[in-house]
């Protein structure tokens, strides 16, 4: 199974990598089939993402999911952030091989749960 430079770079070397204390919102998806565990924190402000980290118990595509999304969430809207799918964090990895394109779905659900998360925080 290849890897693309950027899968491996993100992999070595991942960015927003850990805990974030007092998180705005969390979201934490699992896959059963696999075993992989990603958790995303959000720190947000006026509706916009400030912080984001997060932790990944999984493979090297899981973590360098989680770290191309960290990136490309940084600083977008949560209405943006919503609308990144797994086909941009792959596009943004240079691919991945077939068998690990699951783990680009682990990543936006956890962002769209933490998401879901605070909003629903903002209603009660």
């Keep these: 199974m290849l890897y693309s430079p950027q899968v491996i770079q993100h ?12 998180p705005s919102a969390v979201g934490q998806v699992g896959n059963p089939v696999c075993g ?8 947000i402000k ?3 993402i400030t912080k984001v980290k997060f932790e990944t118990l999984g ?5 360098a999911v989680a770290s191309a999304l960290t990136d490309l969430v940084k600083g977008k809207t949560l209405d943006e952030a919503y609308q990144i799918t797994k086909d941009q964090i792959i596009d943004d990895l240079g691919g991945l091989p077939a068998p690990k394109v699951h783990c680009s779905m682990l990543g ?3 962002l769209h749960l933490a998401i879901d998360n ?7």
């Design 36 to 43: 992989d565990i990603m958790k995303i924190y959000l720190r």
């Design 108 to 110: 936006v659900d956890a």
């Design 59 to 63: 493979c090297a595509a899981a973590i």
């Design 118 to 124: 605070y909003r629903q925080q903002l209603v009660k």
């Design 11 to 22: 992999f070595q070397k991942p960015h927003n990598q850990g805990s974030l204390a007092h």
């Design 46 to 48: 006026n509706g916009v």
